[in-house]
């Protein structure tokens, strides 16, 4: 039990679909991450919300659209993804955004796109 | 630009020992994290360093030299599960975590 669950475990779509992500946190955190994960390479940071207020976007394409309706509950949504998308998408929390605390990470949507 | 170097792949034997380095330049130090992932699931925390030296928590250590830019993580008694992917990750000025490739580590029986 990470306390970060995210939702699918996987996910197949094509490239003019659309769906959503979804992330939830039992840790009474403050900040929630999404990061982008392709094999052999870094993390990827792509957004940062602190009390459901967006504090980052790391130039990401606009075909991801990430939503926070509260410091719980964390959305990325997904339209006209191309496969250079496919990826595993985590999703993290922590205490409070850039501090020195660890972030915990749920165990990931696998998105692969056809 | 900032920089996180670690081993891509390392192989090691069950009840052995095994150190896997990670060399960074970036803009400012604010600590080091190291975190473990095992395949398909989540990576999760095992050390932070902000000082030099190291710190033990129980068969993992983890090392720092800031002059240097140089940290290792240490696993010692190797066992079976420990067969993961080892991320580095340091906090920059902005308080940015910069993270590694990741070093994925194999134990053979």
């Known amino acids: 039990e990470t306390g970060v669950t995210q939702t699918p475990r996987h996910l197949v779509m094509g490239m003019t679909n659309k769906k959503s992500l979804k992330c939830e946190q039992h840790?009474?955190?403050?900040?929630m991450y999404w990061y982008k994960q392709s094999a052999k390479k870094p993390l990827e940071l792509m957004f940062v919300?602190?009390?459901?207020?967006?504090?980052e976007n790391n130039s990401v394409p606009s075909r991801f659209s990430p939503e926070c309706p509260n410091s719980s509950h964390l959305f990325l949504h997904l339209h006209t993804l191309q496969p250079e998308d496919s990826a595993l998408y985590l999703c993290?929390?922590?205490?409070?955004?850039?501090?020195?605390?660890?972030?915990?990470f749920g165990d990931g949507t696998r998105l692969s796109i056809l | 630009g900032q920089n996180i170097d670690q081993p891509t792949e390392m192989t090691a034997t069950e009840g052995a020992i095994v150190q896997i380095n990670c060399t960074y330049q970036?803009?400012?130090?604010?600590?080091l994290f190291w975190y473990q992932q095992h395949a398909g699931e989540a990576p999760t925390f095992l050390s932070y360093?902000?000082l030099d030296g190291l710190e033990e928590k129980g068969r993992f250590s983890s090392f720092l030299s800031r002059s240097k830019g140089y940290s290792y993580l240490l696993l010692k008694e190797l066992q079976m599960k420990d067969s993961a992917s080892y991320l580095c990750?340091?906090?920059?000025?902005?308080?940015?975590?910069?993270w590694g490739a990741g070093t994925k580590l194999i134990i053979k029986p």
């Open positions: 970036t803009s400012g130090f604010n600590g």
């Open positions: 360093n902000v």
């Open positions: 919300y602190s009390l459901e207020e967006r504090v």
């Open positions: 990750a340091v906090m920059d000025s902005n308080y940015q975590l910069i």
């Open positions: 993290a929390s922590s205490q409070e955004p850039g501090g020195i605390q660890p972030q915990h």
């Open positions: 840790l009474g955190h403050n900040a």
